[in-house]
């Protein structure tokens, strides 16, 4: 079994750094698409992962995106 997620938290982060984009003047794009990850009820069982923040930190890709982003924009890479 398997199905697909997106982090709410990085939808939120990156819909922050689209409007800071927007009031530094920088165009962030006309559409900005946070990709869904594959999660199989395998990686699942494999990794233990039992909660959202297990999720996060277990699984590459899952909470974090490089969408809207700048070099002037800081990006937390420990949560």
């Known amino acids: ?10 939808v939120g982060e990156v819909a922050l750094r689209a409007v800071a984009l927007l009031i530094a003047g920088q165009d962030p794009g006309k559409l900005i698409e946070v990709k869904p990850l594959l999660i199989t ?3 699942l069982n494999k ?3 039992k909660t959202v923040s297990d999720l996060d930190s277990k699984l590459p890709g899952f909470g974090s995106s490089g969408q809207a982003v700048a070099a002037w924009i800081p990006i937390d890479q420990q949560k």
Do not use: G, H, L, Y
């Open 1 to 10: 079994m398997a199905t697909s997620a997106i982090n709410p938290a990085v």
């Open 41 to 43: 009820q395998e990686e």
């Open 47 to 49: 990794n233990d992962i």
